[in-house]
């Protein structure tokens, strides 16, 4: 049963980390997208959202079966770490998705003239998922701590956007709708920072086996 | 600046073991030799009252026989030399002129494999009261059928106390010879992996019964079922050739022990 | 069946060729087994058939005169009531000495000491002691020993117990049949498995309240089977009871521990060696070897009857 079941842990962790580099990949050609205007890679990313789902179905499949073998402590923690990262992934592909519709309605448009920081908020929410996904396979509690205040400044830059593009909106209302789609964009990115946050909460869980979620910060 | 969330100790130390209510049988610094072997060493260990405590560990680990230490059955052993203190209640149950008899009265014992008296059900369950001095029969009678009612038999047996014990299948013989041991109304029960020779089902009432039986009774429970040990006791002692390696509240045995070799141990790296 | 018939199993599990070796020893085993029961029935067929005719109501009842060569005037009742007294007396000293020795060995002794290993060489010696030697150990100790020194405490005149008697018979008889007894009862107490005794240990039995609630209890068809073996043995025996206790002749039946006593064992060693006319003889010793026969025969199956009682007690119940 032993070896079975180190195997059985083994393809999970294996799993994960292709719907992780999935994942990575949804919004790292949907920036691209949205940035370089470009239809075809945009509906691209919203196809390839089906595999990023089909992921999280098969990785929970494969940890209840696990479970029915009653793991215990850490082997305990790992298969249920790896539902909460998956069941965050899957959502990461999501937000993907819809920066990818975004920059696909804002390809048909022209663009706006308004010099938007989005390409750093994106490398940051991108860094911080990198960094999460790094801390989860070298089980390293420690990077993961780290990466989660880097939260607050993507909300930050989310903040700031919302409201260039809000003056923006009033100053020239013939670009409310593209402003929006940045908008709607931007929360995205917000969100997928947020996302893997809570994979590095899940990280720090796996190897310590302390909860810190919902633990009160300055805000 | 961002500033870094860390635990106040950043390395997670072992934690101190956690005893709900007052400790109830001390064990200090034990050991136990074999002629030259020594099996047990400098066991030191406090078990809480009215709860269910778990020795785990792989085979020839040492946790039967502090099981029998504790009623002093390793004293049917030739050659078996005792160090250190086991105190239950307060009294150290090594000491000079010690009443065995009284002590087992007070530490009953359930064993691996049923071994029910060639009586009846009514005289296994009886056999205690009549050797420690009940010699009324609506007393017998009165204790004999609450003691069945309290192992979960009564209801299976009732129509037939009279009948020998075994006629019954190795659950319900199990169940009896539980029902024989609280029947002396004993403080500490022993349990030697006492569903190890069960099917699913009568393991599950056994543990059923565990659960309710601990509101009356101190229950120490020696087990290789690890999921068993996690199901139903709120204490887990971790024994590895003789030591003990771990001991804290069950909870945390499996889900973050603080030693590595309990952690290999539960996660089935080995043993 | 032919090739084309046969399938898969057929073709590999049934042998090709006659199985010589199974056959030849089955068969020898079983020859074995009938040449054993023909010599017993050629044994009992001859005794039957030559006895029958001496056998009479008479015969089992009658306290004969000294001369024992008559077959209208002579009787066996002393001698069969001689056997059965000894061997019943035998078995009141046998069995609790070879139970508690038994316990002893299995319940208390350290299986390593040296007294215990002396006691177990002791008894499996003893075991290989020719009769005649218990006959002369029953004169030497019993009678000269024992029986004199009684008879000096009690100031009796002349001797009562220094002399061959039923009691001294019976001991040494319990002497020679012991190690049966112990070996029986030594298998019935190995035989209960040891978590019954553990059980009662930890209810806070003693050691003998234990042995005695609870193992005597479970033993107790193994120590009737010694006893019954004991029995059978001491019943057919005449050498341990030559010099120890039986007499040519005794006018009157057996009544008191001293008193000697006619046996049917030495009755036949009379009747063969004695008989001034064979041919006349030949109907009274037939007869005698018959009843001792039916008398062991009778004693057994009161044994056997017992402890087949006991194990239903113990099989129903509680």
Same mark, same amino acid.
């Given at each position: 049963?032993?070896?079975?079941?180190?195997?059985?842990?083994?393809?999970?962790?294996?799993?994960?980390?292709?719907? @992780?580099?999935? @994942?990575?990949? #949804?919004?790292?050609?949907?920036?691209? #997208?949205?940035?370089?205007?470009?239809?075809?890679?945009?509906? $691209?990313?919203?196809?390839?959202?089906?595999?990023?789902?089909?992921?999280?179905?098969?990785?929970?499949?494969?940890?209840?079966?696990?479970?029915?073998?009653? %793991?215990?402590?850490?082997?305990?923690?790992?298969?249920?770490?790896?539902?909460?990262?998956?069941?965050?992934?899957?959502?990461?592909?999501?937000?993907?998705?819809?920066?990818?519709?975004?920059?696909?309605?804002?390809?048909?448009? %022209? %663009?706006?003239?308004?010099?938007?920081?989005?390409?750093?908020?994106? +490398?940051?929410?991108?860094?911080?998922?990198?960094?999460?996904?790094?801390?989860?396979?070298?089980?390293?509690?420690?990077?993961?701590?780290?990466?989660?205040?880097?939260?607050?400044? +993507?909300?930050?830059?989310?903040? $700031?956007?919302?409201? #260039?593009?809000?003056?923006?909106?009033?100053?020239?209302?013939?670009?409310?709708?593209?402003?929006?789609?940045?908008?709607?964009?931007?929360?995205?990115?917000?969100?997928?920072?947020?996302?893997?946050?809570?994979?590095?909460?899940?990280?720090?869980?796996?190897?310590? #086996?302390?909860?810190?979620?919902?633990? @009160?910060?300055?805000? | 600046?961002?500033?870094?969330?860390? =635990?106040?100790?950043?390395?997670?130390?072992?934690?101190?073991?956690?005893? !709900?209510?007052? =400790?109830?049988?001390?064990?200090?610094?034990?050991?136990?030799?074999?002629? *030259?072997?020594?099996?047990?060493?400098?066991?030191?260990?406090?078990?809480?009252?009215?709860?269910?405590?778990?020795?785990? *560990? !792989?085979?020839?680990?040492?946790?039967s026989?502090?099981l029998r230490?504790l009623n002093r059955m390793?004293?049917l052993?030739?050659?078996?030399?005792?160090?250190?203190?086991?105190?239950?209640?307060?009294?150290?149950?090594?000491?000079?002129?010690?009443?065995?008899i009284?002590l087992r009265k007070r530490v009953g014992m359930v064993f691996q494999k049923s071994n029910p008296f060639p009586k009846s059900i009514y005289e296994n369950v009886a056999y205690g009261l009549r050797l420690h001095g009940v010699s009324?029969k609506?007393e017998m009678d009165a204790i004999v059928e609450e003691s069945l009612q309290n192992a979960a038999i009564w209801d299976e047996v009732k129509d037939r106390l009279h009948s020998s014990a075994l006629g019954l299948s190795g659950g319900q013989q199990q169940r009896l010879c539980i029902a024989r041991a609280i029947a002396i109304k004993p403080?500490v029960i022993l349990m030697d992996e006492p569903a190890s020779a069960l099917d699913p089902i009568a393991t599950s009432r056994i543990e059923d019964l565990i659960?309710n039986l601990?509101?009356e009774f101190?229950i120490v429970i020696v087990t290789h079922?690890?999921?068993q040990?996690?199901?139903?006791?709120?204490?887990?002692?971790?024994?590895?050739?003789?030591?003990?390696?771990?001991?804290? =509240?069950?909870?945390?045995?499996?889900?973050? =022990?603080?030693?590595?070799?309990?952690?290999?141990?539960?996660?089935?790296?080995?043993? | 069946?032919?090739?084309?018939?046969?399938?898969?199993?057929?073709?590999? &599990?049934?042998? /090709?060729?006659?199985?010589?070796?199974?056959?030849?020893?089955?068969?020898?085993?079983?020859?074995?087994?009938?040449?054993?029961?023909?010599?017993?029935?050629?044994?009992?067929?001859?005794?039957?058939?030559?006895?029958?005719?001496?056998?009479?109501?008479?015969?089992?009842?009658?306290?004969?005169?000294?001369?024992?060569?008559?077959?209208?005037?002579?009787?066996?009742?002393?001698?069969?009531?001689?056997?059965?007294?000894?061997?019943?007396?035998?078995?009141?000293?046998?069995?609790?000495?070879?139970?508690?020795?038994?316990i002893?060995?299995t319940e208390?002794?350290?299986?390593?000491?040296?007294?215990?290993?002396?006691?177990?060489?002791?008894?499996?010696?003893?075991?290989?002691?020719?009769?005649?030697? &218990?006959?002369?150990?029953?004169?030497?100790?019993?009678?000269?020993?024992?029986?004199?020194?009684?008879?000096?405490?009690?100031?009796?005149?002349?001797?009562?117990?220094?002399?061959?008697?039923?009691?001294?018979?019976?001991?040494?008889?319990?002497?020679?049949?012991?190690?049966?007894?112990?070996?029986?009862?030594? /298998?019935s107490l190995k035989a209960i498995p040891p978590g019954l005794r553990e059980a009662s240990l930890a209810l806070g039995a003693t050691k003998l309240e234990t042995i005695w609630r609870i193992v005597l209890p479970q033993a107790l068809p193994g120590i009737?089977?010694?006893?019954?073996?004991?029995?059978?043995?001491?019943?057919? /025996?005449?050498?341990?009871?030559?010099?120890?206790?039986?007499?040519?002749?005794?006018?009157?039946?057996?009544?008191?521990?001293?008193?000697?006593?006619?046996?049917?064992?030495?009755?036949? &060693?009379?009747?063969?060696?004695?008989?001034?006319?064979?041919?006349?003889?030949?109907?009274?010793?037939?007869?005698?070897?018959?009843?001792?026969?039916?008398?062991? &025969?009778?004693?057994?199956?009161?044994?056997?009857?017992?402890?087949?009682?006991v194990r239903k007690k113990m099989r129903a119940l509680g």
């Open positions: 049963m032993d070896n079975l079941f180190e195997s059985g842990l083994e393809n999970l962790r294996q799993k994960l980390l292709v719907m @992780a580099s999935r @994942a990575e990949t #949804a919004v790292n050609q949907s920036v691209e #997208a949205l940035m370089q205007r470009d239809y075809d890679l945009a509906l $691209q990313v919203k196809t390839d959202d089906d595999i990023i789902d089909r992921f999280e179905i098969e990785i929970d499949e494969m940890a209840i079966l696990l479970l029915t073998k009653a %793991p215990l402590a850490s082997n305990l923690r790992l298969v249920t770490v790896a539902m909460k990262i998956s069941q965050n992934l899957e959502r990461i592909g999501d937000e993907a998705t819809k920066i990818a519709k975004r920059a696909r309605d804002l390809s048909q448009e %022209p %663009p706006i003239k308004l010099q938007l920081d989005l390409p750093r908020m994106a +490398v940051l929410a991108l860094t911080m998922l990198k960094e999460a996904l790094d801390a989860f396979v070298n089980r390293d509690s420690l990077a993961a701590r780290v990466l989660i205040p880097r939260d607050k400044e +993507v909300d930050a830059l989310n903040r $700031q956007m919302h409201q #260039a593009l809000a003056r923006h909106m009033m100053e020239y209302p013939d670009t409310i709708g593209r402003c929006l789609h940045w908008i709607v964009a931007a929360k995205s990115l917000e969100r997928i920072a947020d996302h893997a946050k809570n994979m590095a909460e899940e990280v720090v869980y796996l190897c310590e #086996a302390q909860d810190i979620r919902h633990t @009160a910060r300055k805000m | 600046m961002a500033d870094i969330v860390l =635990p106040k100790n950043f390395v997670p130390a072992a934690a101190p073991a956690a005893e !709900p209510g007052k =400790p109830f049988i001390e064990i200090q610094d034990v050991s136990l030799y074999y002629g *030259g072997a020594q099996a047990l060493k400098n066991i030191s260990l406090n078990l809480g009252e009215k709860v269910v405590t778990a020795f785990i *560990g !792989p085979s020839g680990c040492g946790k026989t502090l230490c390793n004293d052993i030739d050659n078996v030399r005792i160090d250190g203190s086991i105190k239950i209640g307060g009294h150290d149950i090594y000491a000079e002129g010690v009443d065995i009284e009324k609506s403080e659960l601990k509101k101190t079922n690890m999921q040990a996690a199901r139903i006791s709120d204490q887990t002692a971790f024994f590895y050739i003789g030591e003990l390696v771990e001991f804290g =509240p069950t909870s945390k045995i499996f889900t973050n =022990p603080s030693q590595k070799r309990t952690e290999d141990y539960v996660t089935g790296r080995f043993g | 069946m032919s090739p084309r018939q046969s399938t898969t199993a057929t073709r590999h &599990f049934k042998s /090709e060729k006659f199985d010589f070796s199974s056959f030849f020893f089955s068969g020898l085993t079983g020859l074995a087994t009938l040449l054993i029961l023909a010599i017993l029935a050629v044994i009992l067929l001859n005794i039957i058939i030559n006895g029958w005719s001496g056998l009479s109501w008479h015969f089992v009842s009658t306290i004969p005169k000294k001369d024992f060569f008559d077959i209208h005037t002579t009787g066996v009742l002393p001698m069969i009531v001689g056997t059965s007294i000894r061997v019943i007396v035998m078995t009141v000293f046998v069995i609790p000495v070879g139970v508690v020795t038994a002893y060995l208390y002794a350290p299986n390593t000491s040296l007294i215990t290993r002396t006691i177990r060489a002791a008894v499996n010696n003893l075991a290989g002691v020719p009769s005649i030697v &218990f006959g002369l150990f029953g004169v030497g100790f019993f009678i000269n020993f024992i029986g004199k020194n009684v008879d000096r405490a009690l100031h009796n005149s002349g001797p009562v117990w220094g002399q061959p008697a039923l009691i001294w018979a019976s001991m040494t008889l319990a002497v020679m049949t012991l190690p049966v007894v112990i070996v029986a009862t030594e /298998e009737l089977t010694g006893g019954i073996l004991a029995v059978s043995r001491a019943a057919g /025996e005449v050498a341990p009871i030559l010099f120890t206790g039986v007499a040519y002749y005794t006018s009157s039946l057996p009544t008191k521990l001293t008193d000697q006593f006619m046996d049917l064992g030495y009755h036949i &060693f009379v009747l063969s060696t004695q008989s001034p006319n064979i041919d006349q003889t030949r109907p009274i010793l037939y007869a005698t070897v018959l009843v001792l026969l039916m008398l062991t &025969f009778a004693l057994n199956i009161v044994a056997i009857v017992i402890r087949a009682r």
